[in-house]
Every structure is written in structure tokens, then in C-alpha cells.
């Protein structure tokens, strides 16, 4: 059975960093997946934050600069590395993994940027 579990979110002051990661399990070929990171707020759409193509990364342009995407397929995992957090950074965070064919999402992880 196909799962991602993401983990790492939680409440940080402006201006902090927080790791998110995103553990894949069930998976046949993890390596050929498309990996990406999306943030939600409640009442907006779900927007992208980041993806992983074979070995190049992309940002959107909020995260550029601040935020580093990358991926582990020997674990099967991917992270999310944030820093200089912002309170409009607040968001349920959602980990895809995508194929032409197939696409899979986690429940997502909570990140709370607040004083």
C-alpha cells in the first residue's frame, strides 16, 4: 500500500526555520516519482512550494532563497528545509508524489508561524 507520512511541522517564531519531511512507503521505483511539496491555507487553493524532477529542483518564487527542497531515495524520503519564516508561511504542508499515470498525496503537517 502506497503512503506518505509527512512529519516536521509545528509553531515557530517569525524569522525561524523548520525541517519538514515526507517518508514514502509502498512504493515501486520511488526514484522515477516527480516529488513536490505543496502548502495550503484554509480557504485557498493549494498552491506549489517545490518539486523534485529526476535531479533538478524547482521553487516557487516565495521559497526561492529561503527555502531548500531535497530528496533522500535510498530512505525514500524528501525534506523540506524552511528558514526566515514568515506568519504568512502558515499553512497545512503537503507532500505529492506524482507520475503521468498516478498521483499520491499525504494528510499533510501543520506549520504554524507565529510570536
Known amino acids: 500500500q502506497v503512503q506518505l507520512v509527512e512529519s516536521g511541522g509545528g509553531l515557530v517564531q517569525p524569522g525561524g526555520s523548520l525541517r519538514l519531511s515526507c517518508a514514502a512507503s509502498g512504493f515501486t521505483f520511488f526514484e522515477a516519482y516527480v516529488m513536490s511539496w505543496y502548502r495550503q491555507v484554509p480557504g485557498k487553493e493549494r498552491e506549489l512550494v517545490a518539486s523534485?524532477?529526476?535531479?533538478?529542483?524547482d521553487y516557487a518564487n516565495f521559497a526561492k532563497g529561503r527555502f531548500t527542497m531535497s530528496r533522500d531515495n535510498v530512505k525514500n524520503t524528501v525534506y523540506l528545509q524552511m528558514t526566515s519564516l514568515k506568519p504568512e508561511g502558515t499553512a497545512v504542508y503537503y507532500c505529492r508524489a506524482f507520475r503521468p499515470e498516478v498521483s499520491y498525496w499525504g494528510k499533510g503537517t501543520l506549520v504554524t508561524v507565529s510570536s
Open positions: 523534485s524532477v529526476g535531479g533538478h529542483l
